[in-house]
């Protein structure tokens, strides 16, 4: 499995912004759908955002209009910019990527995550 590698997580006020980042290889940049996941312990892990190879988005109910997904191809990074953060907001996030009916969540590749925390 190929590794995906997030960066960009840290602390943050509530309506403050984060820009999160995802290194991967070429060959998922040239043909795969990518993600962001998010995680909370008592929650499970929920999707946040898609973004297909022709960059079509969309995006969860809870982060439209102040999450934005969009995808670099030349330079192999996926992003999830993130504003006016909300304590609920707090998880820890997951790249994504090459989406397989084979899989749950149905996505074959994953990074290893980048905590958010948000604060009052």
């Known amino acids: 499995q190929e590794q995906l590698v997030e960066s960009g997580g840290g602390s943050v006020q509530a309506g403050g912004s984060l820009k999160l980042s995802c290194v991967g290889p070429?060959?998922?940049?040239?043909?795969?759908?990518m993600a962001w996941y998010r995680e909370v312990p008592e929650k499970g892990r929920e999707l946040v955002s898609t973004?297909?190879?022709?960059?079509?988005?969309y995006y969860v109910d809870s982060v439209k209009g102040r999450f934005t997904i969009s995808r670099d191809n030349g330079k192999n990074t996926l992003y999830l910019e993130m504003d006016n953060l909300k304590l609920e907001d707090t998880a820890k996030y997951y790249c994504?990527?090459?989406?397989?009916?084979?899989?749950?969540?149905?996505?074959?590749?994953w990074g290893q995550g980048t905590q958010v925390t948000v604060s009052s």
């Open positions: 994504a990527a090459c989406w397989s009916t084979d899989e749950m969540p149905p996505y074959k590749n």
């Open positions: 973004i297909t190879f022709g960059s079509t988005e």
């Open positions: 070429r060959w998922i940049f040239n043909s795969c759908e």
